[in-house]
């Protein structure tokens, strides 16, 4: 008798086993392709006056505009649409990968009322390689069916409309409507924006570089909205010309000057 409840216990345990391992191999699989997410980085503070960060942030977004002129978002896309569909597939993937994926994506489905009837199965094909394929189709149905009822398949221009969206949060939101629409709502804060804010110790209330929220209402009061949508560019492409993840290139930076942070970066 003994034995034999064993024999169970040892089957459930394997059972179990098997079960897990399982569950990792669909979690490899479903990420495949995203991007690694480093270490967040706790925000610090200058001691600062409000007044005295706002002139320092002039000067970073002059040296900037010097820097980067022509700024702009680096998703390849011709529409409202497409660049919507392309932002909520840059979630945790590089542009580079998102602009590889899109053109096939976007001949299969040219626009919502495609994307509306796509089969769930091959819009993941289409699109695994940008990694969690699988909620990315889901959202991406989800927010093409509701565009095509109530928007008469048109991508509404409005933050409150863009966020009944499925898949779309406020930096989806932002980048729609500051690249495509040219209105300044807000700051698209990505993973580049939040590293280099932190790193700039503009921030006053955000916990680390992932706060994008708080990292986004510390920016607002900063900067004039008309730069907005320009900043979050210029600052992406610092941040993947200059300011790197893991070796910022400190020495040759142009905003050393106004950074709290140069030559000191852990």
Sequence with gaps: MKNLEKSKVSKQSHAKAKKAATRVKRSAAQT????????????????????????RAGKILGELRRLYADADCA?????????????????Q???????????????????????????????????????????????LVGMAQRVVAEYDGQIPDSMDDLLRLPGVARKTANCVLGTWFRKNVGIVVDTHVGRL???????????????????????????????????????ISHGRAVCSARKPRCAACRLAPWCPSAGRVE
């Design 93 to 139: 993937c590089t542009d580079e990968r998102v602009n590889l994926v899109t053109p096939p994506l976007f001949r299969r489905f040219p626009d919502a009322a495609a994307l509306a009837q796509a089969d769930q199965g091959e819009l993941e094909d289409l699109i695994r390689s940008t990694g969690f394929f699988r909620n990315k189709a889901k959202n």
């Design 197 to 235: 804010a932190n790193r700039l110790r503009l921030p006053t209330n955000a916990r680390d570089d992932k706060d994008a929220v708080k990292i986004e209402q510390d920016l607002i009061p900063l900067f004039p909205q008309e730069s907005w949508t320009y900043l979050s560019h210029a600052l």
């Design 75 to 91: 998703l390849r896309h011709r529409s409202a649409y497409e660049l919507l569909v392309a932002t909520i597939l840059s979630a």
């Design 32 to 55: 495949k392709g995203a991007v690694a997410l480093p270490k967040r980085s706790v925000a610090k503070r200058t001691r600062e006056t409000q007044a005295v960060r706002k002139a």
